[in-house]
């Protein structure tokens, strides 16, 4: 660090400081805790500390002006302190932390009914203004001036970084609203939004399934075939079709989450990432919320996944592949987006246009399954559907049209842009795939691409308008594929930068594990953290060298 960039720092704490004084200064006054000049105690010390803060570091910064020799030292001192490999993971999570209790804290109000614990809490944040604000700072002089001084870290301390995300979301988004909350009593915990009986989902698609069985008319919005596939069900009352389907669906679980990251990582150190994030992803609210539903979007990706890993690792069974596929496209029509999967080698790739278009040949006869005029039917109902006419915005819908209907449109200044924003966040969306096709091409890549695959999950979730939180369920495995992929790119590549994005991913997963009425309201849809996930893994995918599986071996290479 050189005496211009210390200056820089110096002074950036100074102006965060003074902010800090002068918002401390702007609360409210309440007229019955007025001490002197009318602010309470707690205001006057706050303003005080403040007050002596902000004239330690001017008596600094003068001091080290006029006396370079002490500058130098303490410039020394800071070269021998601020490379630490703990420093960089405290002050991340001391600044998200920050960040998270002042925006909470800002938006709590000032109602003078308040109690006198709410009052304290509403006016402390400017504190936690403070910390996050030398905390930023800080961070941006350790990673921006201090590059050379950043050594090689230790391959496990990526794992660090992970289990930090996991810890900090806990604190945030459970103890922080569950205990630590402004009402001083312990809230229940509500994992999903309940009906009167479980299983609601799986009862409906019974009755379509009954309804085509006796009467051959077909009602509702799911695909001929996904009717279809629920009719051996009907054998058995709709409670014990409930306790079958939760079975396949933890049984698909464990195949996805568990079996195929084995696989495809087949190395000691894949454990101690798929381990925890697998058991810890099994109580998530993505999966309680499917099965409470019993709702079948891991067994549409477990056909998906089958049929990625047949093609790849069994290249002569290719057909089955293609079977597998079109059974998932099928039973949810947003697995078509993981027919980019089936490019085994990016050089030659026209080889495998051939059996995408197979796949999408046997699809559109599967739609023809209960003859045309059901198909017709379908796409009258989907139409409908897309067109508004069926209710399918709130909050826990996380696909980009939910999110624009209900967190934008409420904000005066963008209501007159949804149209403008909605092509925008479409376009997001495309840029990322585009960019990692064309990574994958022109690098020639062959086998399994984790980046890609991950990127292919979150426009599933998002692109569809149809998206409930439910199919968070399908998340755990890509996560886990893709946190595989960043660890093992991580030890070779010896750089600060994937672990401060491995640490923000963690987080932002972790976020999703808990339900949306447990976070603040700007975190309430999921779509932004679904978004932003999407985009690091973009950004790692491009910015660093990426490992793939071998097709014969299944070892990274």
Not at 220 to 239: D, Q, R
Not at 521 to 528: A, D, G, I, T, Y
């Amino acid at each position: 660090m050189q005496s211009k960039e210390f200056r820089i720092y110096l002074s950036l704490l100074i102006l965060i400081s003074i902010i800090a004084l002068v918002d401390v200064l702007t609360i409210p006054r309440f007229p019955n805790n007025a001490w002197l000049l009318g602010y309470s105690q707690e205001r006057l010390a706050m303003v005080v500390t403040f007050i002596i803060i902000i004239s330690s570091l001017i008596f600094v910064f003068v001091r080290f002006w006029k006396n370079p020799a002490r500058e130098e030292k303490a410039l020394r001192w800071c070269t021998e302190h601020l490379q630490l490999n703990w420093l960089y993971l405290s002050i991340l999570f001391l600044t998200l932390c920050a960040i998270y209790l002042a925006v909470g804290f800002a938006t709590s109000g000032t109602n003078p009914d308040l109690s006198w614990d709410e009052v304290f809490i509403r006016r402390i944040w400017p504190v936690f203004f403070w910390l996050g604000g030398c905390s930023i700072a800080t961070l941006l002089i350790l990673l921006f001036f201090k590059r050379n001084l950043i050594k090689e870290i230790p391959y496990a301390s990526i794992y660090t970084w992970i289990l930090g995300g996991y810890f900090l979301s806990y604190l945030l988004f459970f103890t922080l609203t569950i205990f630590l909350n402004c009402d001083w009593i312990m809230k229940p915990v509500m994992p999903t939004p309940l009906f009167n009986v479980i299983g609601q989902d799986l009862r409906t698609y019974l009755k379509y399934s009954l309804d085509v069985t006796l009467w051959g008319d077909y009602v509702g919005m799911y695909t001929p075939f996904a009717v279809v596939f629920f009719i051996p069900f009907l054998m058995m009352s709709e409670n014990t079709a409930y306790v079958f389907l939760t079975m396949i669906n933890l049984l698909c679980y464990l195949v996805v989450v568990f079996a195929f990251p084995m696989i495809f990582f087949k190395h000691n150190k894949a454990q101690l990432i798929t381990i925890p994030l697998g058991i810890t992803g099994l109580f998530s609210y993505g999966v309680l919320f499917e099965l409470e539903r019993g709702q079948f979007n891991l067994i549409a990706f477990s056909f998906v996944m089958m049929s990625i890993y047949i093609y790849h690792y069994y290249p002569k069974y290719h057909v089955v592949a293609y079977v597998l596929f079109s059974i998932g496209i099928q039973l949810k029509l947003w697995p078509a987006v993981f027919v980019v999967m089936l490019i085994r080698d990016w050089g030659n790739w026209k080889r495998d246009i051939r059996g995408i278009l197979y796949i999408g040949m046997l699809s559109f006869i599967l739609f023809f399954i209960l003859g045309i005029d059901t198909f017709l039917e379908f796409v009258n109902v989907l139409r409908y559907v897309i067109g508004n006419g069926y209710d399918i915005h709130w909050i826990g819908n996380h696909s980009i049209e939910s999110f624009v209907q209900t967190k934008l449109s409420s904000m005066p200044v963008l209501r007159s842009h949804l149209g403008v924003i909605d092509v925008l966040l479409y376009g997001i969306c495309a840029l990322c795939l585009f960019l990692a096709i064309r990574r994958a091409y022109l690098e020639k890549e062959h086998g399994f691409n984790s980046y890609l695959f991950i990127i292919c999950v979150v426009i599933a979730c998002v692109v569809p308008e149809l998206s409930n939180d439910y199919k968070l369920s399908i998340l755990v495995g890509p996560i886990i594929l893709g946190l595989n992929a960043v660890a093992i790119d991580f030890k070779k590549s010896k750089r600060w930068f994937p672990v401060i994005l491995i640490g923000l991913v963690s987080f932002l997963y972790a976020s999703l594990h808990f339900p949306y009425r447990e976070k603040p309201s700007f975190l309430h849809n999921n779509f932004p953290v679904l978004m932003i996930i999407m985009i690091l893994f973009t950004i790692l995918y491009i910015k660093h060298r990426s490992n793939w599986i071998s097709i014969s071996e299944g070892e990274v290479v």
